[in-house]
């Protein structure tokens, strides 16, 4: 068995608070534009087999339990202890918590205090742009609010990311260079202009200028890419990692790091721009608990082509903390089949695997993010 320390996720959610029936849980395990097919459930899919696989044991089930008797259980404990349970089972040390998700989540402390872990912030950018327009009357004073805002976040969080919806990978693969200022004032005043309260940003122009002043800060920037990224039904090549080539490339050199969240099914081209580019890291994500019963194979297929250095676990958790668990316990299931099977057929010894483990599952992400200059 490889062993590996405990985790650092780098990319999640919170989870929801509330409790959930068996229609509202299944609605949470994929990211779909519409019900699932007549007659099935989302639980008939990779995601859920693997949730009914891992889950159950952490609440005092069998494993492949029905949905019905999991969820029963579920309400038994109560949202707060059933949470508690599949966070502390994870055997995750640290969360990167994305806070931009509307909904009523945890916040970083709570994530933290439910999993026995450390948990730190990820700042969402467009939100930043959204909260300088709610307090900005006019565009000079929302470009000066804008990037004291983004100054202020800089400080405290770990990283900069960009919401999966927004589009970005095909914006910068369009245009990867920082927009000028007569560009950004013509752009920021027709979206004050249009914007409803609380209106998303989806300007091209300003998603450009939200990227660039991440990548001043020199903080880890996080590009979320591959079929996670963007609104359920847009097309999926829209998201695929290979688009911010010209951007990885005007980037190097400038000393901020960049992290390309997910990239399933386009997952060799962002281990290709990791092996190719020095501030490139790739991320496993959320891929392998989508892939449950292949996530060895997708796995696997990372490792082909990147240098081991530049791979970082994440869960891609979201809502239930089922997905927080799942993408756990998967990566380290998953991780072992591949190394001990290289182990098995001579190719590795045990300790080379064992420190490549610990790389991936913690390492990196401690090195890139700086964790333990934080206390």
């Not at 609104?231 to 911010?244: C, F, T």
Request: glycine share 12%; proline share 7%; aromatic share 6%.
């Amino acid at each position: 068995m490889i062993e590996t320390p405990p985790l650092v996720d780098q990319y999640c959610h919170g989870v929801l608070r509330t409790e959930l029936g068996l229609g509202t849980f299944e609605a949470q395990l994929i990211r779909s534009a519409g019900p699932p097919a007549a007659g099935t459930t989302f639980f008939d899919t990779q995601t859920g087999f693997a949730v009914r696989r891992w889950c159950p044991p952490l609440l005092g089930l069998e494993p492949h339990c029905t949905p019905a008797r999991y969820l029963a259980r579920r309400r038994e404990l109560g949202v707060v202890e059933s949470g508690r349970r599949l966070l502390r089972g994870s055997g995750v040390a640290a969360y990167l918590v994305d806070t931009g998700v509307p909904g009523d989540l945890t916040v970083p402390k709570e994530l933290a205090l439910a999993g026995d872990a450390e948990a730190f912030e990820v700042v969402r950018l467009e939100l930043l742009a959204e909260q300088a327009a709610d307090t900005s009357g006019t565009v000079p004073a929302f470009l000066a609010n804008l990037a004291e805002a983004v100054h202020h976040a800089a400080a405290a969080a770990v990283a900069f990311t960009c919401g999966a919806d927004a589009g970005y990978p095909a914006v910068l693969g369009r245009d990867p260079e920082p927009p000028g200022p007569g560009e950004v004032r013509g752009a920021a005043g027709r979206w004050l202009a249009r914007r409803p309260r609380g209106g998303a940003v989806r300007d091209p122009v300003l998603l450009r200028h939200l990227l660039w002043s991440a990548v001043a800060t020199r903080l880890p920037l996080q590009l979320h890419t591959g079929a996670g990224a963007g609104e359920p039904g847009q097309r999926p090549d829209q998201a695929d990692p290979a688009l911010l080539t010209e951007f990885v490339r005007a980037t190097a050199g400038l000393g901020t790091r960049l992290v390309l969240l997910g990239g399933y099914p386009y997952h060799r081209h962002a281990a290709q721009l990791a092996a190719a580019f020095p501030h490139v890291h790739a991320d496993l994500g959320a891929a392998l608990g989508q892939s449950g019963a292949r996530a060895a194979g997708v796995l696997a297929e990372v490792l082909e082509l990147a240098p081991f250095g530049k791979l970082l676990f994440s869960s891609g958790g979201r809502r239930l903390p089922e997905l927080h668990a799942v993408g756990a316990l998967v990566f380290r299931e998953a991780l072992g089949r591949v190394l001990g099977g290289w182990v098995g057929e001579g190719a590795w010894s045990w300790r080379d695997a064992e420190r490549v483990a610990a790389m991936v599952a913690a390492g990196n992400a401690r090195r890139v993010y700086r964790l333990d200059e934080r206390g």
